[in-house]
């Protein structure tokens, strides 16, 4: 049985060579905990705005009604009725 190492059909040859070993290097990566501070410094900013407050002025004023007025009134009633 003839031993074929490609598709020609060419005899193997002798003796076998081997190549020097390669190193592989697999990184395997395991998470370690890090504690990393991140200060914020928080700045209060006041401002005034203004809001408009309406306010309402009241007057009031008190008026004597004529009294002459109502007499006339009492007066044409009694000229009616007579």
Do not use: L
């Not at 200060?39 to 407050?53: D, G, L, S, T």
């Amino acid at each position: 049985m003839a031993y074929r190492n490609n598709c020609y059909g060419c005899p193997p040859v002798s003796p076998t060579m081997t190549a020097p070993a390669q190193q592989v290097v697999q990184n395997v990566y395991h998470p370690t905990v890090v504690p990393v501070v991140h200060p914020v410094n928080i700045v209060k900013k006041h401002h005034c705005v203004p809001v408009y407050q309406h306010c309402t002025v009241v007057t009031v004023t008190d008026e004597m009604a004529n009294v002459s007025n109502y007499k006339s009134r009492k007066n044409r009633r009694r000229a009616r009725s007579k």
